[in-house]
């Protein structure tokens, strides 16, 4: 499953510094100037589950694979973007095509590094990216409407359509994001067409400087409660302390510098796991002497559905799946002793998959 988290904000508030310590396979040219990074860079990472690592101990597998989750470094925004100012345009059509955003907010003062802005200000940096996700998207709402205004009149399914795009008109045209409409079904599915940048979950991410890396700061705490009224998440992080971990290759150093911060694991983790939940994702696991391994699914989705991550095959041919929970996989320390304590159930093309469910397939080819 190739979902996308993009990672956006106004220049320099430390995006691709982030980015550099999210990915290990691609580097973000982090740089004290406008645009640096004119082209989305992706990286894939694994998604931090302590549960996986005591199944491969239970197990003991030949390989552990995680599952992942993509995130993308978007140039930053800057005010105008809407109109296409500063390249907003291309920065902007790559924020359409991912799954969810992760807004870096500048909460650190520094005077060596640039904000054309003045003062350093977390609640105006976050309206300043609604505000031109906010004009971009009444844009593309507004060229629907003069579609549909006509044909509404004589036809109750584009009078449906034309409704919600009134409602969607108003509710951007007060400043406000269009996930806050919590539209659903047929209303969702009127505006599916313009992929809304605004109807895209969010997540935000308060970089503080080194001092507030355990309480947040001013700051920080100014964003808490404006993300708060909107229903999102604020993970505090310094970004370059994350960039210097991820450059460490040895387990011991990563564990020794987390230690002087007083951490017990890298704000990375943190930000991963949200951003996996913010997608509502869930994870299974298939547990075998080859291979102990994750797979990622959306929450609500059936055995058969679970079953075509691993081959289309598998929810084609499905017949059942063997589940244990993965409560139950730990404190019986085997699928053998689970069957005998009668803790794997056997399930049909009803079930919904649980987080954490170890399970196995059968299936017909």
Not at 45 to 72: G, H, M, S, W, Y
Not at 226 to 235: N, P, Q, S, Y
């Amino acid at each position: 499953m190739a979902l996308q988290v993009g990672i956006v904000g106004l220049p320099n508030v430390g995006k691709s510094t982030l980015f550099n310590a999210v990915s290990n396979s691609a580097k973000a040219q982090a740089s004290n100037y406008r645009f640096c990074t004119i082209e989305p860079n992706v990286g894939q990472v694994d998604v931090p589950d302590e549960r996986l690592n005591k199944l491969a101990e239970l197990v003991q597998p030949q390989r552990i694979l995680p599952t992942t989750i993509e995130f993308v470094d978007i140039a930053g925004l800057v005010k105008g973007a809407s109109k296409g100012e500063g390249l907003g345009n291309k920065f902007l059509a790559n924020i359409r095509e991912v799954d969810a955003i992760v807004h870096v907010i500048r909460c650190f003062e520094d005077e060596n590094i640039l904000r054309e802005e003045g003062a350093i200000n977390p609640i105006a940096d976050k309206e300043i990216i609604d505000t031109e996700l906010q004009l971009k998207d009444l844009d593309s709402v507004e060229k629907k409407m003069s579609r549909y205004e006509k044909i509404a009149k004589n036809d109750p399914k584009a009078k449906r359509v034309y409704d919600v795009l009134v409602r969607c008109q108003e509710h951007l045209s007060q400043g406000k994001n269009i996930r806050g409409l919590q539209l659903e079904g047929e209303d969702r599915e009127a505006i599916a067409d313009l992929f809304l940048l605004t109807e895209k979950p969010v997540l935000y991410v308060a970089n503080v400087d080194e001092s507030g890396i355990h309480t947040g700061n001013n700051f920080s705490e100014a964003l808490s409660k404006a993300a708060t009224e909107e229903g999102a998440e604020v993970i505090v992080m310094n970004n370059s302390i994350e960039a210097q971990i991820s450059e460490m290759e040895q387990e011991e150093d990563k564990q020794l510098f987390l230690s002087e911060y007083g951490l017990t694991e890298p704000g990375l983790n943190r930000l991963i796991r949200a951003a996996y939940n913010l997608l509502h994702l869930i994870t299974y696991f298939t547990a075998g002497v080859q291979e102990v391994r994750a797979w990622t699914i959306h929450k609500g989705w059936k055995a058969p559905q679970a079953a075509s991550v691993i081959h289309t095959d598998f929810e084609k041919g499905f017949i059942k799946a063997e589940v244990i929970g993965y409560n139950d996989y730990v404190q019986y320390k085997s699928e053998a002793a689970c069957r005998d304590n009668g803790k794997l159930r056997i399930e049909g093309k009803e079930y919904l998959v649980q987080d954490g469910d170890v399970m196995h397939f059968r299936f017909n080819v």
